[in-house]
């Protein structure tokens, strides 16, 4: 079977990368249970969002839409579930199926390897998977929430920089080809 | 049947997940129910992990404490030293206040001054999976007679109550989330209004008629009219009011440390819980580094 293949796009030619049977699994769980663990011992850690920057890394790495997008409303619905009976099952859910699909779809057109492409897309689905969130709390759940804070340009900066390092780490779990 | 090209498959995937979220959420909207199986789930799986990432990093803690950072125990002898010598110079002094002594050692420890309160200690072992909502979760539940809507303190004051009970844990509103809250009045003048969050640090109380005298640095405490609350518990101290109309927008800052809990106590009655008065500010202090009570 093989590990690596790569899509013809036009004239660029873009790898598909497999990871250890497992991996995906193994990483999402270990995102989600530190990202409801890690601020009990360090309360500023709770700036991350590990299971956004999981489905980032995989969709951009799998870039097929359909795996993308499947995973990130898996992390997403777990994110809910975790998150207390007051944040109903889809806010997040919904949040991160965008973000897995469209992470996804860039890394099928596009080389995301390089470090600074990695940080401007993790600020960008920062601040669009927050942004979700905002439209779906006023639209659906008719809660009034702010557009836009300072807090949130810092998190996505926090959160870009974190997951372009977090992102080198991950790339080893991938197979060699 | 008509096939569909693969180029869309995976936006009409798309569609359909992102409309079945939607539905999911509507459904919770217009029917909220507690205790959903994937919730049960969810948490059935994690409370081990974070239980033994509470029991790993507590090992850690104690190995790295006991053995590793001793780099500054030499110097420390020494300042000890100087210290025991100062303090014999006034003993003598503090031999004349015993009387008073006692008292303060009376009040500093919370177990013995609420003996009679039924109240279970528990750890906190995790927190909201994201920033939408400010929960905590602790490793008592339904086994150690926990039910929902008890109340959750410590002995710096009101925490949240109990929003979901599961076998060994239990999740807890804490005041600060948007729909936490409680029933609360102003220590001077009496005056009654729900306390809830914002999803900030701060709260807020409400409905404080804009006519009522409200002064920066008052004490708010529980008022018992929530049934969830006893009476007089700490809720926070006013930081900031607003004239308003009709209500004055009254800004409070929580008494515990809600962003830093790692212990709370369950009252598992409303039995009432005497907290240090407002004179009494160096012993609540004191007391707040007391460990919690158990379950008598």
Sequence with gaps: MNETYELHTGETHIEVHKFFPGAILVVTVAALVLQSSLPVYFPRLNILELPLLVTIYFGLSRRNPSTGLLLGTAIGLAQDALSGPTVPL???GIAKTMV???????????DTEHPAARFALIFGFFVLQQSILVLIRRLLLAQP????????????????????LLFAVLDRLRRSS | MVAIPSRHKSLALLGGVLLAQVLLLAVQIKKDSRGRLIRVWAVSATTPFERAGAWGVGKVRDVWNHYFALRTTSRENEALRVENDALKLTISELQSKAAEADRLAALLNFKQAHAAVPMVGARVIGVSAGTASRMIEIDR?????????????????????VFAVY???????????????AGAMLVNSRTQGPVGGT?????VMKYVATEEDVKIGEKIVTSGMDKIFPRDIPVGTVVEVKPGNPFKQIRVDPAAKLDRLETVIVLLSQAPVEFPKEGD???GAQNSSAPPAEKP
């Design chain 1, 145 to 164: 929430e702010a557009w836009f804070n300072l807090h949130l340009a810092i998190a996505a900066g926090v959160n870009a920089l974190v997951g372009t």
């Design chain 2, 281 to 283: 500010a160096q012993t």
């Design chain 1, 90 to 92: 889809g806010f997040y």
């Design chain 2, 167 to 181: 076998r060994d844990a239990a999740q807890v509103l804490l005041l600060t989330d948007k729909e936490g809250g």
């Design chain 2, 199 to 203: 999803g900030d640090p701060t709260i």
């Design chain 1, 100 to 110: 897995g699909y469209l992470a996804s779809s860039i890394g099928a057109r596009l």
């Design chain 2, 141 to 161: 539940g339904e086994r150690d007679g926990i039910t929902r809507n008890m109340a959750v303190i410590t002995p710096d004051g009101a925490v949240g109550k």
